[in-house]
């Protein structure tokens, strides 16, 4: 599956922004899709994921309350709503998709070692 992500860019501190992620053909039912970021000099983290058959979602401690990961199944497109952002989300936001039977475990869903086919990454700067 291919993806596609859109929506980065700079914004202030409390601000919001939208990412998109657009798969390509399509996802299937046992599908994981889920947003990660990187910060320069930092490791890969999962920020927020979502199973595409039954709906369940894992968020980092550090987005949770702030973030929403939803889906549009019509346009196999799913969104990051970000929400109260801070200078520390700052980050290169990925989109990736994996099957549902490597991630049995919130920990293994949030693990970017899992996730099988990766975007090319939507820059999201936040300033002071």
């Known amino acids: 599956v291919q993806l596609v992500e859109s929506g980065g860019g700079l914004v202030q501190a409390g601000e919001s922004l939208r990412l998109s992620c657009a798969a390509s053909?399509?996802?299937?039912?046992?599908?994981?899709m889920g947003w990660f970021r990187q910060a320069p000099g930092k490791e890969r983290e999962g920020v927020a994921v979502l199973y595409i058959g039954v709906g369940t979602t894992y968020y980092s401690d550090s987005v949770k309350g702030r973030f929403t990961i939803s889906r549009d199944n019509a346009k196999n497109t799913i969104y990051l709503q970000m929400n109260s952002l801070k200078p520390e989300d700052t980050a290169v936001y990925y989109c990736a998709a994996t099957f549902g039977n490597r991630c049995g475990s919130r920990s293994s869903a949030l693990d970017y070692n899992e996730y099988l086919s990766w975007g090319r990454g939507t820059q999201v700067t936040v300033s002071s």
């Open positions: 053909p399509y996802t299937y039912s046992n599908n994981i």
